[in-house]
């Protein structure tokens, strides 16, 4: 049997500085990530061990301080993110991830705006 194993973290919401306007870095605004993990977690569905998956927990703090980080682009704040996950979790496989930011200010009317990247470790 082929089983793949996905993590994930659906609309986990961040308040933070991001943005190419000087209003954005000051006053801040909503942001939303949606997260999909590729890895194998086939062992912890034997052994009811934690240090058998890649921990949620742990994902979840890696993404709060990465949000916690301003930056001018949307991108970049998924660069950085992609990094840090493939670098502190190594059973990490694939990531896809979605970063919205809520009510851009670009005078639409628009629920959010954003960017999103699906990436293979190498």
Do not use: W
């Not at 943005?19 to 052994?47: C, H, M, Y």
């Amino acid at each position: 049997m082929t089983t793949q194993h996905y993590i994930f973290l659906e609309n986990v919401r961040f308040y933070s500085y991001h943005g190419v306007a000087p209003q954005e870095t000051a006053i801040g605004n909503e942001f939303i990530i949606n997260l999909r993990l590729k890895t194998d977690f086939g062992k912890a569905t034997e052994t009811d061990e934690v240090e058998d998956t890649v921990s949620y927990a742990d994902i979840y703090a890696a993404l709060k301080e990465e949000m916690e980080l301003p930056s001018k682009l949307l991108e970049h704040v998924c660069g950085r993110i992609v990094k840090r996950l493939f670098r502190d979790f190594r059973k990490i496989r694939e990531i896809e991830i979605k970063l919205a930011k809520r009510n851009p200010p670009m005078g639409a009317d628009i629920d959010s705006a954003g960017v999103e990247m699906h990436c293979t470790r190498d």
